[in-house]
């Protein structure tokens, strides 16, 4: 697989959750996480609360919003960003997990706290918050991720 191939993944798992794994040719977890997806997006009803987050309407989007169904979608999704990232890698890379898994960690924090914290005075909400604690938190894991190569290559590997 060349390195074009592992983009493809990532990006159309960034898209969906199983489309990445369906690039890898991962047929069975690619049609589970599309289908964990489709069930975990409709019983949180977070299309709904997408448009009405993009129009501004974030006191909307908190009330249309089932927080026990949308506390799961962090999780699925970085994981299946994962498994799509590591199964397109011809190489496997040590601690790729980091930047996945406290992402999927603070994203579940963010969708926690969106009804009441503010920003600047701003309330985010279910949609923009998660999204904001994913992508600070991702480049976070990422330099953690770095800190424990480097120390893994001056230290000889143990």
Same mark, same amino acid.
């Given at each position: 697989?060349?390195?074009?191939?592992?983009?493809? +993944?990532?990006?159309?798992?960034? +898209?969906?959750?199983?489309? @990445?794994? /369906?690039? $890898?040719?991962?047929?069975? =977890?690619?049609?589970? *996480?599309?289908? %964990?997806?489709? %069930?975990? $997006?409709?019983?949180?009803? %977070?299309?709904? +609360? #997408?448009?009405?987050? *993009?129009? @501004?309407?974030?006191?909307? +989007? #908190? $009330?249309?919003? $089932?927080?026990?169904? /949308?506390?799961?979608y962090p999780c699925i999704y970085m994981f299946a960003m994962w498994d799509a990232c590591r199964d397109s890698l011809s190489k496997k890379k040590a601690f790729l997990f980091f930047p996945f898994v406290i992402a999927a960690y603070s @994203?579940?924090? @963010?969708?926690?706290?969106? =009804?009441? *914290? =503010?920003?600047?005075?701003? %309330?985010l909400g279910p949609v923009w918050l998660p999204l904001i604690f994913i992508f600070l938190s991702m480049a976070i894991g990422f330099i953690i991720n770095n800190l424990f190569l480097y120390k893994i290559g001056r230290s000889g590997g143990g």
């Amino acid at each position: 697989m060349d390195k074009s191939d592992n983009y493809e +993944a990532i990006f159309w798992s960034i +898209a969906m959750p199983g489309f @990445g794994q /369906l690039i $890898n040719k991962k047929y069975i =977890k690619g049609i589970l *996480f599309i289908g %964990l997806e489709f %069930l975990i $997006n409709i019983e949180s009803h %977070l299309n709904m +609360a #997408i448009i009405s987050s *993009f129009q @501004g309407e974030i006191s909307t +989007a #908190i $009330n249309q919003v $089932n927080y026990q169904w /949308l506390m799961f979608y962090p999780c699925i999704y970085m994981f299946a960003m994962w498994d799509a990232c590591r199964d397109s890698l011809s190489k496997k890379k040590a601690f790729l997990f980091f930047p996945f898994v406290i992402a999927a960690y603070s @994203g579940t924090v @963010g969708v926690i706290y969106s =009804k009441s *914290f =503010k920003f600047m005075g701003v %309330l985010l909400g279910p949609v923009w918050l998660p999204l904001i604690f994913i992508f600070l938190s991702m480049a976070i894991g990422f330099i953690i991720n770095n800190l424990f190569l480097y120390k893994i290559g001056r230290s000889g590997g143990g």
